[in-house]
């Protein structure tokens, strides 16, 4: 599915705008789809934090209190291991700023 959505965003990276492309998928799914369609200025990022804060955003924010368990607490530390692994730059957003976050991702999108 990756490799479809890249080849939809394509001709729109290729005229020269930014796409911000997010979603919950393995690194590897994402790179792939990029040695498939090769793209000008593509900067992949992990947005992480911490267990206990997702926990909390999962519970209290989002009211989604059956997310936080075992299985996505194991989600994210496979992600993460993937992006440390392929030398992916990784957002945290329980120790950044909303606004510092926001900022990370203008300063890749060529804002």
């Not at 890249?6 to 690194?27: C, H, N, T, Y």
């Not at 369609?37 to 206990?52: F, I, K, Q, T």
């Not at 992600?79 to 950044?96: M, P, Q």
Request: include cysteine; glycine fraction near 8%.
């Amino acid at each position: 599915m990756t490799v479809q959505w890249f080849e939809r965003i394509a001709p729109i990276v290729e005229g020269g705008r930014s796409v911000l492309f997010e979603g919950q998928m393995r690194i590897a799914f994402i790179l792939e789809a990029l040695q498939r369609r090769p793209l000008p200025n593509v900067h992949v990022l992990l947005v992480e934090c911490d267990g206990s804060i997702r926990d909390a955003r999962l519970m209290h924010d989002r009211g989604q209190p059956e997310l936080a368990n075992d299985s996505m607490r194991g989600w994210s530390r496979y992600l993460k291991r993937e992006a440390v692994k392929e030398g992916i730059e990784i957002l945290d957003t329980g120790e950044n700023s909303l606004a510092d976050s926001v900022a990370c991702v203008l300063r890749h999108l060529g804002s």
